[in-house]
């Protein structure tokens, strides 16, 4: 397969349109078989759901080459499942788990030019998203949806790669009590851009959220889960209804236990107890693991004793076995890699 041309070490997090997209419709009742469209714009009512109300919502995943040369995607049956979690908080209709498969192997096949090479750090992001497309103007769900997946290559989503990053807690909250937090709504991180920017214009690369009711918390980033290791290598992750479900967290923690024996613990983290900890990691799709050097609050800095110039040793542990069991180095569980291009 002769692939584009692009610099794959270096092309970063953004959007880069590939091809080819996947697109079926949702009208009386019944969602269309689907087809490939090279058209990346869509000509929609200026009432429609998702322009007046927000009625969207999106998962996010990776395709890949392996280190066999196969052409591969990471446990998108989960995203499957999430998509249909958050279609069902927000009144939209529920897209099969074989009609989202189906969609996702289409654009990687047709894309496959895009995907970059084994050992670029590079992968192909796809977006699987969904909304309201017909047109509303009293408050109430749309009548038809349309759902597409797009794809796009991408490198690290943060620029320094595995430099560790700075957090503040944001003054702001990103999710309420039993609110949207758990689902993957595009209205959860509209809200969230202010506080994003704020934070960047602070200098920090990431916000830390607190939980709402009692803002003694922590949550989540605006785009990530946190893992924090103990002084004896216990891996502790936040419990909370409000953040999302990471299927990277949910990952991790796997090969923390199976891959690698260490104990793992999920339960309320408080923030004043951030400064026990002597590791901390953020962890997402785009995020994979990135670790987390420093935590501002207010005029209180938590430095985790892994420092400011390389991972922790439990985290890049972690980090290794999860991607070696991505990319093929480490053999992986059952049903976490679904092959669409055989080497
Ligand atoms: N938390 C939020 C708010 C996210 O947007 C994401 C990204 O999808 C995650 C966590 C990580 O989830 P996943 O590992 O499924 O990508
Ligand atoms: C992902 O990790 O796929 C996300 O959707 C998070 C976003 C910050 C890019």
Known sequence: MEKVNLDWENIGFSYRPTNTRYVS????????????????????????????????????????????????????DLNAQRLNDSAKRLEMPIFSEEQFLNGIEQVVKANAAYVPPYGSGATLYLRPFMYGSSPVIGVRPAEEYQFRIFSTPVGPYFKGGAKPLTLCVSEFDRAASRGTGHVKAGLNYAMSLYAGVTAKRNGFDENIYLDSATRTKVEETGGANFLFITKDKKVITPKSDTILPSITRRSLLYVAKVYLGLEVEEREVYLEELADFVECGICGTAAVLSPVGKVVDRDQEICFSSGMEKMGEITQKLYDTLTGVQMGDIVAPEGWIREIIKA
Do not use: C, M
């Open 25 to 76: 419709a949702y009208k009386d009742g019944r969602w269309s078989a689907g087809q490939l469209t090279e058209d990346a714009n869509i000509v929609i009512s200026e009432s429609a759901g998702v322009l007046q109300y927000a009625q969207t919502i999106f998962e996010g995943l990776k395709a890949y080459t392996t280190k066999h040369g196969d052409i591969v995607a990471f446990r998108p």
